[in-house]
C-alpha cells in the first residue's frame, strides 16, 4: 500500500527512519519529505510545521505528487488519560477538530497502545487544567494537527489514520510557553524559547531537557510501532 504519513517536524520521524528502507529525499511544497519502504508499505514522510492549516496544505502538496491509498497523521502528543506514560502510542478512534469530527481507522499491533478519540486543537495545551477540561470531553490525548490531515483525507475520499507518541502528561504544567515561540512558518523559534528559559533557568531549561529525551523516546517508539502495525 502507498501511505502519506504527515507530521509537524522531521524529528517526530526519527524512529520511522530507523526502520525504513531505500529513504530518498524528496522535493515538494513542504517543509521536508522523504519517499521510503516501510512495513512492506511504499510510504512518503512529510513535515510542514506545527498546525491544522499547515498539515492540510502538506497533503495537498503530497498527494499531488505520491498519490497515496492511505493518509497517516503521526508525530507528537499531549496526554489527556492520566494513565498514559510517556512514549505511549495512541491510536485515535476520532479526532475532534475545532470545525468537526472525524473517523479515524483503526489498526492491529502486537505492541501495546492506547485505542481512543483525540482533541486537535490549534495551540499547544501546556496547562495541566486545560488538559482536564479537554479530558472531560472523551478525549485521551491532544495534538494541533490530525483535524487538517482528517479533513483533506475526508474529501478525497481516502482512508484516514492518526497514530500519536506521548511526550508529556496529563497532570502536568508546562513551565515554558511555547505557543508564544510559534512562528507563522509552523516552527517553534528556539532562540525565543532559550531567551525565556533563562530566565527562570531553574524551572524552564530542566523541562526543556526533559522534554528533548521525551521527544527521542516517543519518536523511537513511534517509529516501531509503526513499521511493525497492520493498516
Known sequence: MRILFVAADKMEYAGVLASA???????????????????????LLAANGAGATRAAAAVDAACGYFQPEAVVSTGFCGALD?????????????????????????????????????????????????KRRLRATG???????????????????????????????????????????????????????LSSALRYPAARLPELVRLRRRCVSAAHALGSFLANCRF
Open 21 to 43: 528502507s531505500g529513504v530518498r529525499s524528496r522535493r515538494l511544497k513542504v517543509n521536508w519529505a522523504r519517499e521510503a519502504g516501510l512495513g512492506g508499505h511504499v510510504v
Open 82 to 130: 492520566p494513565a498514559l506514560t510517556v512514549a505511549a502510542v495512541v491510536v485515535a478512534t476520532r479526532v475532534f477538530g475545532e470545525d468537526g469530527d472525524y473517523p479515524s481507522l483503526p489498526v492491529s499491533s502486537a505492541s501495546p497502545f492506547c485505542a481512543g478519540p483525540v482533541r486537535s486543537i490549534g495551540h499547544v495545551a501546556i496547562a495541566a487544567e486545560e
Open 139 to 193: 478525549a485521551c490525548a491532544v495534538e494541533m494537527e490530525a483535524a487538517g490531515v482528517a479533513a483533506r483525507a475526508e474529501e478525497r475520499g481516502l482512508p484516514f489514520y492518526c497514530i500519536r507518541g506521548v511526550t508529556d502528561l496529563a497532570e502536568e504544567t508546562l513551565q515554558n510557553d511555547f505557543n508564544k515561540a510559534l512562528r507563522t512558518d509552523g516552527h517553534f523559534a528556539t532562540i525565543s524559547i
